[in-house]
């Protein structure tokens, strides 16, 4: 019977971790392409900023060549009108003159009153020529009114065509924006999975090594012992392979993805107080930088790597049993952009 329910354990646990990892793999998918969205969404918001600004600065120049057309059609509306007035004043005088040169004709040939008519002429024929002056200063100041009217009319239709245009940018942007990061968001989820999957197979299947959302999660005593930064020669056996396979997929990312790999320490939450380690930052933090200095050591660029410490403050498991400790004693490798 021993025998029998060993061999039971062993059936299922032949199947169990996979299923596990393809559910971790889903989840890890889902979350990557979320935070890719949402990196998406910033980009493409501060994109499109500057072009607001532009079409809002554009918009308040449009508004302010509408009001100068106004008040230019206002003006030529009065000067019109006052066109208008002296027009006909212009015309009573001239009627007044011809009434006064045949008063003048008739005098003269009666002999009658005709230095008065004369005097009378010689003013209205004054007022006549000051009245056509002024209709003459009218007429230019018309014409050249009508000509400011045009060019406003004409910025402003150019205006209004540039604001057209800029929104057509924008969508226009928009577009290629959204389809660069797709393409971005494709190249990065690509090289994500190919470098799982040779950090897979590097490894083998351990109980020891898991996948939690887009992450390879590590516990801490495969790599130091307790309370220690120093990497043990079981850890460095096991990060070498991981070196290998970072190496192996550094060179198969197109080179505009500026990818990075971060390396996160993380410790439970029983306090350490040595001259070496003051606190668990100070431990968790230690352990990432041994990470990262053994693997450039290996050969894995510098400029590619990151380390992070976060103390206990990021738990896998809640409680302080002894199998929610070791899984949150625990070192974690992330292929992210910068």
Known sequence: MALASRRLRQGSADYWPGFVDAMATLLLVI???????????????QAITGRDEALQSMQAQIAQLTDLLALEKGRSADL?????????????????NTRLSGLLADAEAGGEEAAGLRAALSEQEELTAEAQAQVEL???????????????????????AKDKESQAQIADLGRRLNSALAQKVQELARARSEFFGRLRQALGN????????????????????SGSAALNPAGEAELRKIA?????????????????LRIDGHSDSQPISTPEFPSNWHLSAGRAISVVR?????????????????????????????????????????????
């Open 138 to 160: 009218f007429n230019q100041q018309l014409a050249a009114l009508r000509s400011q009217l045009a060019s406003l009319e004409a910025a402003l239709e150019a205006a209004e």
């Open 80 to 96: 019109e009108s006052s066109l208008a007035s002296l027009s006909a004043s212009l015309a009573t005088a001239e009627q007044e």
């Open 244 to 260: 290998t396979a970072i190496k192996e997929i550094a060179k198969d990312v197109p080179s505009d993805i500026n990818w990075v």
């Open 31 to 45: 979350i990557f392409l979320l935070s890719i969205f949402m990196l998406a969404q910033f980009y493409l918001s």
């Open 294 to 338: 053994f693997l450039t050591d290996e050969g894995v660029a510098p400029n590619r790597l990151l380390a992070a410490g976060f103390g206990e403050y990021q738990p896998l498991a809640a409680g302080e049993n002894p199998d929610a400790l070791r899984r949150n004693r625990r070192i974690e490798f992330k292929l992210t952009e910068r």
């Open 206 to 225: 351990r109980d020891d090594i898991q996948v939690v959302g887009d992450r390879f999660v590590f516990q801490s005593e495969i790599f130091f012992d």
